[in-house]
């Protein structure tokens, strides 16, 4: 069964760094593409980042670029979403997710969320002071 688990949220003051980590069980994570989104309330879910199961080439939105990284262990079957220089606005629940079935080049870059077909829970980032 596969099953993807968000984990490092949390409460952060403007300008500081959170590591989100998405843990995969049922499956070997570094063979498959794996996406970050994100959703505010009122808002669509937003594609973040993604690094690809093929070649391991990563990809950033301009929202993010530059504050953002991602990155895989494979030996704890982990990627982790390195988010740096953060801001009000990114506040929202961060969700990763894959797709067993999908090609890496329909996954990554992020174009839509609907190819997506597995799902974490979600973990929740606030940047506030």
């Known amino acids: 069964q596969v099953q993807l688990v968000e984990s490092g949220g949390g409460l952060v003051q403007p300008g500081g760094s959170l590591r989100l980590s998405c843990t995969a069980s049922g499956f070997t994570m570094s063979y498959y593409t794996i996406g970050w989104f994100r959703q505010a309330p009122g808002k669509e879910r937003e594609g973040l980042s993604c690094?690809?199961?093929?070649?391991?080439?990563?990809y950033h939105a301009d929202s993010v670029k530059g504050r953002f990284a991602i990155s895989r262990d494979n030996t704890e079957n982990t990627v982790t979403l390195h988010m740096d220089n953060l801001k009000p606005e990114d506040t929202a629940v961060y969700y990763c997710?894959?797709?067993?079935?999908?090609?890496?080049?329909?996954?990554?870059?992020?174009?839509?969320?609907?190819?997506?077909?597995?799902w974490g829970q979600g973990t929740q980032v606030t940047v506030s002071s």
């Open positions: 997710a894959t797709s067993l079935y999908e090609s890496s080049r329909s996954l990554c870059p992020i174009s839509s969320r609907s190819v997506f077909g597995s």
């Open positions: 690094i690809r199961g093929d070649d391991g080439s990563t």
